[in-house]
């Protein structure tokens, strides 16, 4: 199948990382992992066409990425997504070479790690890039000051450097007073913050999550949420975080790819995924989410009518329409929308009530969801 990939300068909720011009912080090329002998005889032939199952049927080869290509703009969260055997764990274990690729490169701040020797791989993992693990692969011996600095020591850094530089990371996770505990002194969602913290410690360019929370109760990942998002606030790092679950993909995301049977099935902001799915499969995922809290202003503004005032409050298009949905209702005249300084059109109360009600169903009479107006 081939994949829906929509532009990486789209508007979205962070729109400044999607919109940046510098080189990419990351960039993956036609990136494959085929799993079993002469695994590296089937790309380039009619085989390599085939599904998952026909393939290992055939050649007892099991392709895990299949021809995967994205780029990450620096400062961007980009979240890969899907179920279980959809390839996202082993995608992110080849973004940073703990699995060796079958074929495809991956760039990293200009330099591409599949060529990387050992010297220099480790070298880019001490220095250039982190990792965050469902697991929290904590030091059980050591104290969570010692934990966050690990990195650090490895690298060479003197002791009161790195303790320095660990007690920073510490006081930003919210960890402060904690610095003399030991992991099992600790809660889940406090063991993952000290794995957050020894991860921002080495400063890296890029930071890897794979499936961080999913052992957390659903208070505390929510909580981890919600820090992730102010921690990125706060640091700015790139960040490429993998998941199954698709609020946590949305809440977290600039861009999401979602992944199926090890292939790229769609890229978008998650506006774009919300309402313009690339299939049923896609479209299946997204059918319990509620619209007003994703779609942005961009997809329910419209012309303005023939005689409407245009003297209506400003608000831009990147706005969600739950959070807009106040100051629309609340004005008596539409509201204009722009994107910058450029007129997209109009807003009011029956554009916003029709996402919201189609959130709904049984307000319709059990009609189904509306689609909300507008173009994207």
Same mark, same amino acid.
């Given at each position: 199948?081939?994949?829906?990939?929509?532009?990486?300068?789209?508007?979205?909720?962070?729109?400044?990382?999607?919109?940046?011009?510098?080189?990419?912080?990351?960039?993956?090329?036609?990136?494959?992992?085929?799993?079993?002998?002469?695994?590296?005889?089937?790309?380039?032939?009619?085989?390599?066409?085939?599904?998952?199952?026909?393939?290992?049927?055939?050649?007892?080869?099991?392709?895990?990425?299949?021809?995967?290509?994205?780029?990450?703009?620096?400062? !961007?969260?980009?979240?890969?997504? +899907? &179920? #279980? $055997?959809?390839?996202? @764990?082993?995608?992110?274990? /080849?973004?940073?070479?703990?699995?060796?690729?079958?074929?495809?490169?991956?760039?990293?701040?200009?330099?591409?790690?599949?060529?990387?020797?050992?010297?220099?791989?480790?070298?880019?993992?001490?220095?250039?890039?982190?990792?965050?693990?469902?697991?929290?692969?904590?030091?059980?011996?050591?104290?969570?000051?010692?934990?966050?600095?690990?990195?650090?020591?490895?690298?060479?850094?003197?002791?009161?450097?790195?303790?320095?530089?660990?007690? !920073?990371?510490?006081?930003?996770? +919210? &960890? #402060? $007073?904690?610095?003399? @505990?030991?992991?099992?002194? /600790?809660?889940?969602?406090?063991?993952?913050?000290?794995?957050?913290?020894?991860?921002?410690?080495?400063?890296?360019?890029?930071?890897?999550?794979?499936?961080?929370?999913?052992?957390?109760?659903?208070?505390?990942?929510?909580?981890?949420?919600?820090?992730?998002?102010?921690?990125?606030?706060?640091?700015?790092?790139?960040?490429?975080?993998?998941?199954?679950?698709?609020?946590?993909?949305?809440?977290?995301?600039?861009?999401?790819?979602?992944?199926?049977?090890?292939?790229?099935?769609?890229?978008?902001?998650?506006?774009?995924?919300?309402?313009?799915?690339?299939?049923?499969?896609?479209?299946?995922?997204?059918?319990?989410?509620?619209?007003?809290?994703?779609?942005?202003?961009?997809?329910?503004?419209?012309?303005?009518?023939?005689?409407?005032?245009?003297?209506?409050?400003?608000?831009?298009?990147?706005?969600?329409?739950?959070?807009?949905?106040?100051?629309?209702?609340?004005?008596?005249?539409?509201?204009?929308?722009?994107?910058?300084?450029?007129?997209?059109?109009?807003?009011?109360?029956?554009?916003?009530?029709?996402?919201?009600?189609?959130?709904?169903?049984?307000?319709?009479?059990?009609?189904?969801?509306?689609?909300?107006?507008?173009?994207?």
């Amino acid at each position: 199948m081939s994949a829906t990939v929509l532009d990486p300068t789209a508007t979205g909720r962070h729109a400044a990382a999607g919109r940046d011009s510098r080189e990419p912080a990351l960039k993956v090329e036609g990136l494959w992992k085929i799993f079993g002998a002469k695994a590296d005889r089937i790309i380039g032939t009619p085989d390599e066409h085939l599904g998952r199952k026909e393939l290992q049927a055939k050649t007892g080869c099991l392709a895990a990425v299949k021809d995967v290509s994205f780029e990450v703009a620096p400062g !961007e969260v980009f979240v890969v997504m +899907g &179920l #279980s $055997g959809s390839g996202k @764990s082993t995608l992110v274990r /080849l973004l940073t070479r703990l699995i060796e690729p079958t074929a495809g490169t991956v760039t990293i701040d200009g330099e591409d790690v599949t060529r990387a020797g050992r010297a220099r791989l480790r070298q880019m993992r001490r220095n250039h890039m982190a990792m965050v693990f469902q697991q929290f692969g904590l030091l059980p011996h050591r104290k969570v000051i010692d934990n966050v600095a690990y990195g650090l020591e490895v690298r060479g850094e003197s002791k009161p450097k790195r303790l320095a530089r660990a007690q !920073e990371m510490v006081d930003l996770v +919210g &960890l #402060s $007073g904690y610095e003399g @505990s030991f992991p099992d002194q /600790l809660s889940g969602g406090m063991q993952q913050r000290v794995g957050l913290a020894r991860a921002l410690a080495v400063d890296p360019q890029v930071l890897f999550f794979d499936e961080p929370f999913s052992a957390l109760d659903p208070l505390i990942r929510r909580d981890m949420q919600n820090e992730v998002c102010r921690l990125h606030e706060e640091v700015g790092k790139t960040m490429v975080f993998i998941t199954h679950d698709l609020q946590e993909a949305l809440k977290l995301g600039d861009r999401i790819l979602i992944m199926r049977d090890g292939e790229v099935v769609q890229i978008g902001t998650p506006a774009e995924v919300v309402a313009n799915p690339a299939d049923d499969y896609v479209r299946d995922f997204v059918s319990d989410v509620p619209r007003s809290h994703v779609l942005t202003l961009r997809y329910v503004v419209r012309p303005p009518r023939a005689g409407e005032s245009l003297e209506g409050p400003v608000m831009q298009a990147d706005c969600v329409v739950r959070d807009a949905a106040r100051q629309v209702l609340a004005s008596a005249l539409p509201v204009r929308v722009f994107e910058g300084e450029r007129f997209l059109g109009v807003v009011d109360d029956e554009d916003v009530l029709r996402v919201v009600v189609a959130e709904e169903p049984a307000a319709l009479g059990g009609a189904g969801a509306a689609s909300p107006g507008g173009a994207a």
